[in-house]
């Protein structure tokens, strides 16, 4: 790998691009979180209010990252949000995490490290 293609998109640039990923999905779980309550309750609110800041926080980020990448390169980034479902899914309401779920997780970070690295 070329010295220009290592610093194509630096890491800082990646850290935040999956840091709003990582938000991105936290909004899933608050969505959860909100269905779980009595409807129209204020624990009601709060998780749907929580839902609402997340996604707004995602839009922001994902704005400012297509300034600096290509949307594919973002977008092929994006399934990494399952992965962070994954594990909000097994932290937060105990489900269990199997085999074929961590397999399918590989393959969408070989995906990612494929498109991220090849030439345009």
Excluded: C
């Excluded at 990923?21 to 009601?44: C, T, Y």
């Excluded at 609402?52 to 995602?58: Q, R």
């Excluded at 399934?79 to 997780?105: C, D, H, K, Q, Y």
Aim: no cysteine; proline share 3%.
């Amino acid at each position: 790998m070329s010295q220009t293609q290592q610093n194509k998109y630096p890491v800082k640039l990646m850290i935040v691009l999956h840091l709003g990923l990582m938000i991105s999905s936290l909004s899933g779980v608050f969505a959860k979180m909100a269905a779980q309550e009595a409807l129209l309750s204020l624990p009601f609110f709060f998780y749907y209010g929580l839902d609402l800041v997340a996604m707004f926080l995602y839009a922001i980020i994902w704005q400012q990252i297509l300034k600096r990448m290509p949307l594919t390169v973002a977008y092929a980034n994006r399934p990494v949000s399952l992965v962070w479902g994954l594990i909000w899914g097994a932290m937060l309401f105990r489900e269990t995490i199997t085999w074929n779920m961590l397999l399918g997780a590989a393959v969408i970070f070989v995906g990612i490290y494929i498109m991220v690295t090849s030439d345009e």
